[in-house]
């Protein structure tokens, strides 16, 4: 165990202690009396010194001592009952600190770091035994420190926290390392230097184990253009696993909308754990390995033997227990896997305690023997439980009698392979969808016909249903290698579809909705939305060569498939490449079953492909890219730049090759897709490339590389195919074959699993998520780089100002959506729209920035001046504001000019920014995210209840149900196009109150300034002057009109005598707002902006105040700074 490190004196203690092992910086030694020879007499009595001792002075026969080359004083570190145990310590040293100690100059620098090092193990130990015993008091020490050191929002949890040095530069800092829903954060003080970081998930770019010649093993961290490493982690793999989880959730939940499904263990953000995180990764695990619905969660996992009647042997390996499935996957290298739904199960018993074994039997007459298991009894009465099967007493009673009838069942099955069905659980199917595949329909076989290709289809088929008879067939089949190897070598045409359909899930998905797809096409039918549009346009052009497509039957079944799916899955709808899919599977199986396919494919197996961004392609491209530099150095040598092949092989990924090879040719492709998932597609792709390797190489440009590939696939063939020619695609290079020898499909396929077989899924789907972070973040660089440049058009800020600006407003974003799920900005995000339109603030949000950045320091009415900021730049009135439209308010308060600086503030006190109501009612008005108003002729009032279901006010409508209005935005778009510029005329007249509350704004401005008294009366001097004027104008023009304007000037606004300081400016503006009213029925008076412009240019104070630069790179290195603070203190 480690210790905590105590000084100790040697000057006679070698006498009692032999060194076994020794370095620069650390020593094993044994005490004398111990393991071999026993020391001699010294040895003899060390150890009777020690059995005489009672326990607590025992002392531990091993230990590792800290020392420094140029110090004489030692530290003791560790100690240890057994060798075994102290040499375990020892390596870690080894591996984890002995390179490290070389970056430092000098010994006390070593000394300090290896005792906080040994001292955080320690607390890392008695945290890891803590979280074991349930006992949280630790846990609370820790949560009490994170929230004093990093200040973050009370609502922030904390998830869990490692011992773990951060490297600086070359030096490591030993402290330590909090990882909570939102935020990664490190603080450590050593030696006097304090050193935080804090960093937010949704802001990495990288997030992998890396090692180098310094550090073994760490975790490396890139966000913000920086590398951040963390190593020394006792439980690294454990910490990776919970950062990955944290930042695969932040992913999902802001950026990618479109993939997100609620998991019950991660629905709060409040109430999110390590053990929930943990659970919730294994879960996934488990459901990509057997191909199961999201809807199922790893419950039990068992250690057992299965007893594999085919091989007559025992293969070890784990249950799996979910809701509604029981599986197992061998352990012994034998890829052996089993999937049995519970709707299957028709008994379970317990034949053999001794063995602690249990048997499920399943229909079809199939039995599956568990041995070994150690908690057999409960597994089987949870499987019974979960079935609705009862426990039968005679059968209980009788050991025999159970093993007789399982063994009955097994042999029944042995000699009637015949009997076995595959359960699909249809309901009647309606009689508008087709209950053939197309394939059956256009090319039905001929079976008296006995040309070669046929006869090879035959022994194919044969293989299979000898296959079939000794790993049963349908939904409770054996996985293993020789299903692998029969892939490999192609699928006969009548057993595509039913293979597809087990290979990839769907047959469950299918037999637990039976009629769903029935009632999706009735209800779809008849719609008319954006996708069912993009449907219609693309009907034609999915496979137009062959025959089924060319007719009515295929094209209306095509259009049921993906009419029915768009209406089921609006977030996706109907996106291109999806038609071609859904062609081929059409032609191998039922509507029904193309329509689960479908589901498969775009829900499970190529997560994200088909949305707006295609991000799963994307991601697939970069792990394309990863293999190519692994697997294949000379093409990468040629070719430095990779991005040609992620551009070529976009097409690969979308289509599964359909859209490049023949169609005889591609079905072969699916079907290793199906069994092997995206890992199929990444072989063949190596594949592709190796074959043309030397072509690809000797190639001069991109175009030229283009050419090799499209002709190589021009010469892909299937000579086994048993399809006629009307059916077979015609090559579109058909006249250059000559040049390329034909390579057969089947051998292809066959390469590829030879070379790159060995490609592990778990390495495919550990690279997917880290590439993943890598991809969305570039897509949300662009993003930001469209927005800048379009933004930077119309503002004066640098593209640096607005990097930063950009930067916060984003940020100020998502902390409307870090602490709750349904944040109405949250919801409203949308990746497909607009660039500018893609993060928007609502008022709160807007009214913590805008006070973090505005110019202008005000006293009072704060609040009351963002919220007219808001209404006037929210020209759409939806209750949103996108980048733009704050960036011109900010440019107008710090670049504008005089006159539009303040046509801006005169502008904020006209409708709709205010209304001329009094705000007592601030609180309720802004505890929605849409401010409310007074004047709906204005504004339109928009509260909660107003709002769609969703509490989001659409600028478009939802993909998939809603028809986009285009005459609408053509329109919006001439209006902006011809929208002259506002001039100064063009402004209505500003009436008493506004006027009132526009002088009240101007003393709030200049609270805190230096020339203060002079502004405050330069204030009262131009309102003395306006009043004045409008009083000649008034006689002038109504000389018989009894009127009182002195009274309005004395009790209206304050007289240019009466300011005299500002507390008494503060006071008669109070006065003038409480007698504005009374004064008002008897006087209306209004002022045009020319003539405010005026009267302010007279008056130096003011002009010099509203032409001073201010620089805003001051206000945004603060607003970093206390950004989060200012939330947490909301």
């Given amino acids: 165990m480690w210790l905590k490190p105590e000084e100790i004196l040697l000057k006679n203690a070698f006498k009692l202690w032999v060194t076994e092992k020794d370095n620069e910086y650390f020593v094993l030694q044994r005490r004398r009396g111990y393991g071999e020879g026993g020391g001699g007499l010294t040895g003899l009595l060390v150890g009777t010194l020690d059995t005489v001792l009672d326990s607590t002075s025992k002392v531990a026969p091993f230990r590792i001592l800290h020392h420094t080359p140029d110090s004489q004083v030692y530290w003791s570190i560790a100690c240890g009952a057994t060798k075994e145990e102290i040499v375990e310590h020892w390596e870690w040293l080894q591996q984890n600190i002995m390179r490290t100690l070389s970056v430092f100059d000098s010994s006390d620098d070593i000394t300090s770091f290896v005792q906080g090092k040994i001292r955080g193990l320690i607390a890392e130990e008695g945290k890891v035994s803590l979280v074991l015993e349930d006992d949280p008091e630790k846990f609370r020490e820790a949560l009490l420190r994170f929230e004093k050191w990093f200040e973050l929002p009370q609502k922030e949890k904390l998830v869990t926290y490692y011992s773990c040095s951060y490297w600086k530069g070359r030096v490591p800092c030993q402290g330590w390392l909090y990882l909570s829903t939102n935020f990664l954060c490190f603080y450590s003080y050593l030696l006097g230097a304090e050193v935080k970081l804090v960093i937010s998930w949704d802001e990495i770019w990288r997030l992998e184990k890396t090692s180098n010649v310094i550090l073994t093993e760490s975790i490396h961290v890139q966000a913000h253009g920086e590398d951040h490493y963390f190593s020394m982690l006792l439980h690294l793999n454990e910490t990776f696993l919970i950062m990955e989880q944290l ?74 227990l979910s809701e509604n499935y029981l599986c ?28 602690r074994a249990l048997t499920v039997c399943v229909r079809g007459k199939r039995a599956l023997r568990f041995s070994e298991v150690r908690d057999y009894e409960r597994l089987a009465n949870t499987i019974r439980s979960r079935c609705g099967i009862t426990a039968s007493p005679l059968h209980s009673a009788s050991t025999e009698a159970i093993r007789g009838e399982c063994q009955s069942l097994i042999n029944h099955f042995e000699d009637n392979p015949d009997d076995v069905t595959l359960m699909v659980g249809q309901k009647g199917s309606s009689k508008a969808v087709s209950t053939e595949a197309l394939m059956t329909v256009f090319h039905p076989q001929d079976v008296e016909n006995l040309d070669p290709k046929m006869l090879k289809e035959k022994m194919k088929e044969q293989s299979w249903n000898i296959h079939f008879s000794e790993y049963g067939r349908g939904t409770s089949m054996f996985f293993t290698k020789k299903t692998r190897d029969l892939i490999v070598r192609g699928v006969p045409e009548a057993l595509r579809g039913e293979l597809w359909m ?50 009515d039957t295929g094209i209306s079944a095509l259009r049921r498939v993906l009419t029915a799916y768009a209406y089921r899955n609006p977030k996706i709808g109907y996106c291109q490449a999806m038609n071609i899919l859904t062609s081929v599977l059409l032609l191998y199986a039922k509507e029904e079953e193309a329509f689960w396919l479908l589901v498969a494919v775009c829900e499970r197996m190529l997560p994200d492909y088909f949305n707006r961004r295609i991000i799963g392609a994307l991601v697939d491209q970069a792990v394309f ?38 169609i005889e040719s591609a079905v072969n ?69 000559a040049s390329h020898v034909s390579v057969d499909i089947s051998e292809l396929i066959r390469e590829a699993y030879e070379k790159y077989g060995t490609i592990r899924s778990e390495e495919v789907e550990s690279s997917r998520k880290r590439n993943k972070l890598y991809v969305i973040q570039t897509l ?35 902390l409307s959506c870090y602490w709750t799920m349904n944040s109405p900005v949250l919801l409203h995000h949308d990746p497909s729209l607009a660039y ?31 919220l007219w900021v808001f209404r006037l730049i929210d020209e759409n009135q939806d209750g949103l504001v996108n980048f733009r439209e704050f960036c011109y308010a900010l440019d107008t308060l710090y670049s504008g000019s005089f006159t539009n600086k303040l046509k801006f503030l005169f502008k904020l006190h006209l409708p709709p920014a205010f209304t001329g109501s009094p705000l007592h009612s601030k609180h309720e008005r802004i505890q929605h995210f849409i401010p409310m108003t007074e004047d709906s002729s204005h504004f339109t009032r928009l509260t909660a209840f107003d709002l769609p279901e969703d509490g989001v006010i659409r600028k478009s409508p939802e993909r998939g149900r809603g028809k986009v209005d285009l005459q609408a935005y053509l329109k919006q778009w001439q209006d902006e196009i011809l929208k002259k510029e506002e001039t100064i005329k063009d402004l209505p007249r500003i009436n008493q109150t506004q006027f009132i509350q526009f002088s009240k704004t101007l003393y709030n401005l200049f609270h805190g300034d230096p020339e203060e008294e002079a502004l405050y009366r330069a204030v009262a001097h131009v309102t003395s002057l306006l009043l004045r004027m409008e009083e000649v104008g008034r006689r002038l023009q109504e000389p018989s009109s009894p009127t009182k304007p002195a009274t309005a000037t004395r009790e209206g606004l304050p007289s240019e005598e009466a300011v005299t300081s500002p507390e008494s400016s503060d006071a008669s503006s109070t006065h003038s ?54 939330k947490a203190n909301k």
């Avoid at 500018?836 to 009351?864: H, V």
Wanted: hydrophobic residues 40%; negative net charge.
């Fill in 1073 to 1126: 707002g409480q007698d504005a009213g009374s004064s008002l029925s008897e006087v209306e008076w209004s002022f045009s902006f020319e003539q405010v412009l005026a009267s302010l240019l007279n008056e130096p104070a003011i002009v010099s105040f509203f032409e001073r630069p201010t620089l805003i790179q001051t206000r945004l290195d603060q607003a970093k700074g206390t950004q989060l603070k200012v």
């Fill in 780 to 814: 949300e660089d662009t993003t930001k780089q469209n927005v800048i440049r379009v933004v930077s058009q119309e503002v004066k800020f640098s593209a640096s100002h607005l990097d930063e600006l950009y930067y916060l407003f984003k940020r100020q974003h998502f």
């Fill in 328 to 355: 197992f996957a061998s352990q012994d290298g034998s890829q052996c896997h089993v999937i049995i739904p519970m709707r299957e199960v028709v008994n379970v018993e317990k034949p053999d305690s001794s063995s």
């Fill in 247 to 320: 930042a695969d959730y932040s992913i999902k939940r802001l950026f990618d909308k479109e993939s997100f499904q609620r998991e019950p263990a991660l629905s709060d953000p409040l109430q999110i754990t390590k053990r929930g995180l943990e659970t919730n990764a294994r879960s996934e695990q488990f459901r990509a390995f057997f191909r199961l619905p999201k809807e199922e969660n790893l419950l039990e996992v068992h250690e057992s033997f299965l007893w594999v009647p085919f091989s007559h042997y025992n293969t070890l390996g784990k249950i799996c």
């Fill in 502 to 551: 087990l290979f990839s899930g769907a047959v469950n998905d299918m037999a637990t909705h039976p009629g769903y797809y029935t009632e999706l096409v009735e209800q779809s039918l008849g719609t008319s939305t954006l996708a069912t549009d993009e449907i219609e346009r693309d009907l034609h052009r999915s496979l137009p060569e062959h025959p089924a497509f060319q007719s």
């Fill in 836 to 866: 500018l339109e893609q993060y928007q603030l609502g008022f709160q949000q807007f009214s913590m920035l805008f006070s973090l950045l505005e110019p202008w320091t005000l006293c009072t009415g704060k609040s009351n001046l963002s």
């Fill in 625 to 662: 890219e990863e293999l190519i530099r692994e697997q294949l150095p000379q093409l990468v040598e040629h070719m430095t730049d990779l991005s040609f092949f992620s551009s070529v092989s976009l097409s690969w990924f979308l289509t599964l090759f359909i859209s490049v090879l023949p």
């Fill in 669 to 737: 492709v699916v079907d290793c897709f199906f069994y092997d998932g995206i890992k199929a597609i990444l072989q063949l792709g190596l594949a592709v490339l190796d074959y043309n390797m030397e072509a690809l190489i000797s190639c001069h440009d991109d175009a030229e590389a283009v050419t090799i590939l499209n002709k190589f696939f021009d010469s892909v063939t299937n000579k086994d195919s048993p399809l006629p020619p009307t059916v077979q695609q015609a090559s579109v290079g058909n006249n250059d074959k």
